[in-house]
């Protein structure tokens, strides 16, 4: 009868997810020689290979594609097996930043709960700053931002480009202000945008500054404004008016995700959550 080791399949489940023997070893908090070998043993195993490997690419190979979810769904069920076993409840505080936080958010966070359901996971939606200090002050176990200044620390999920969005209706004349819609004075992408015209000599007037991304949101697809959105976020309905309006580009940035867990399962979780974005980015694209 053929058995299957349940570090070994979350082994082939973790490098399968990450594409890469050194972050899922990362991941685990092992090594990558370890993943190496646990792979191989189940490979042997179940008698296919499942990882193409090249020195520039890992992926699936066609049994692997076939196995994957079968794979996760083995290991939901023992996690959840050996969570019926354990009194303790683990959780950790996340904090995303609404210039981040997409439709995608129930996505990874649906994917977290697959990986890891005795995981309790407290999401607080803000802007980067804010996160960024409760992350400093032990408030918050990790955070996706966007990143500030000259800050370096951090794992880079991927580049974050912007653009000036407003209705097809919405009307700029010449000589005037552009009207702006823009979240408070602590927001890092207001910042950009007000810089960017400030620097092409562009004036321009605050008309609405909202309480969060939503209610900015409504403000422009009220055609009350025009404002700078994630180009992967732009409001229903609305265009980019660059062009149409002689704005100037405003620089793209980079997501990071923050974070001082260290237990190995909750590190787990952080790979799975990122890998998760990468895929949903990527299909954006």
């Not at 082994?11 to 646990?38: C, H, I, P, Y």
């Not at 400093?136 to 800050?151: N, P, S, W």
């Amino acid at each position: 009868m053929l058995w299957l080791d349940a570090e070994a399949v979350r082994n082939f489940v973790m490098v399968a997810e990450l594409k890469s023997f050194t972050r899922a070893a990362d991941a685990m908090g092992s090594t990558q020689a370890a993943v190496s070998v646990k792979l191989k043993r189940l490979e042997e195993r179940v008698g296919r290979k499942l990882i193409e490997r090249t020195p520039r690419r890992v992926r699936l190979s066609a049994d692997g594609a076939l196995f994957i979810e079968s794979a996760r769904a083995f290991l939901t069920a023992h996690d959840n097996a050996v969570a019926g076993l354990s009194c303790s409840a683990r959780r950790f505080t996340l904090g995303i930043a609404g210039h981040v936080a997409g439709p995608e958010v129930t996505t990874l966070l649906a994917r977290l709960s697959q990986h890891d359901p005795a995981l309790t996971i407290e999401v607080q939606v803000d802007n980067s700053t804010l996160l960024l200090d409760a992350f400093d002050r032990g408030k918050l176990d990790a955070a996706i931002v966007r990143r500030e200044d000259d800050r370096r620390d951090g794992e880079v999920l991927g580049p974050e480009h912007f653009g000036w969005f407003a209705t097809p209706e919405f009307d700029h004349r010449p000589g005037e202000p552009i009207r702006l819609a823009t979240l408070s004075r602590l927001c890092g992408v207001r910042d950009l945008a007000t810089r960017a015209l400030d620097d092409a000599n562009i004036a321009w007037v605050e008309v609405f500054v909202g309480g969060g991304s939503s209610l900015v949101t409504a403000a422009v697809s009220a055609g009350l404004a025009t404002a700078v959105f994630p180009s992967r976020l732009a409001p229903p309905g609305t265009v980019e008016v660059s062009r149409k309006f002689g704005l100037p580009d405003v620089p793209a940035t980079e997501i990071v995700l923050h974070s001082t867990l260290t237990d190995r399962r909750s590190r787990e979780a952080l790979r799975i959550l990122a890998c998760a974005f990468h895929e949903h980015r990527a299909k954006a694209g």
